[in-house]
């Protein structure tokens, strides 16, 4: 699984060769870039359809909540961290696994939503595969990426090229 791969470089450099796998392998590319599958001779692609904002919401909350109501002053947030995942489940997924691990009151996840914002301007997907598979930590003032599964495939806060521009 290649996921947020926004440079052929990348597929390259983990899936360029179809010998490197087993018979009956799928390897398995998400892209924003239909003309890098394209660039890189995959045959089938399938379009992913977003949750509407209703869905996503509901998504989020089953997740962050547990399927419960958001206790007062985490509606609004709720709201914000749906949208800024654009409906894409994994997103969706993500951020509630983040919000619920890493913040307990309306002020820290206010705190973390914001440090999300601002992280989506970096290339982030890719180099998060890496930290987790070669066991970088990620961390920041506020230690707002865990190395754990569901948050390191999916997600984190800092590039590695940021974490080591940093160190």
Not at 68 to 73: A, K, N, R
Not at 118 to 140: H, R
Request: glycine share 8%; with cysteine.
């Amino acid at each position: 699984m290649l996921d947020g791969v926004d440079k052929v470089a990348h597929v390259h450099a983990l899936a360029k060769d179809i010998s490197w796998f087993g018979p009956g392998s799928r390897i398995i590319i998400t892209t924003r870039d239909r003309e890098l599958l394209n660039s890189c001779g995959v045959e089938t692609v399938h379009q992913v359809k977003c949750l509407d904002e209703k869905d996503a919401l509901q998504m989020f909350k089953q997740i962050a909540f547990g399927g419960g109501t958001p206790p007062d002053g985490f509606e609004k947030i709720s709201i914000r961290a749906t949208r800024l995942a654009h409906g894409l489940p994994y997103a969706l997924q993500a951020y509630a696994l983040f919000l619920r691990g890493s913040a307990n009151t309306p002020k820290e996840w206010e705190e973390a939503l914001g440090a999300l914002e601002s992280s989506l301007d970096q290339n982030i997907g890719f180099d998060c595969f890496f930290a987790f598979v070669f066991g970088f930590a990620f961390t920041s003032k506020k230690n707002l990426c865990r190395l754990n599964i569901p948050l390191a495939l999916g997600f984190c806060v800092y590039a590695l090229q940021n974490f080591l521009t940093k160190k």
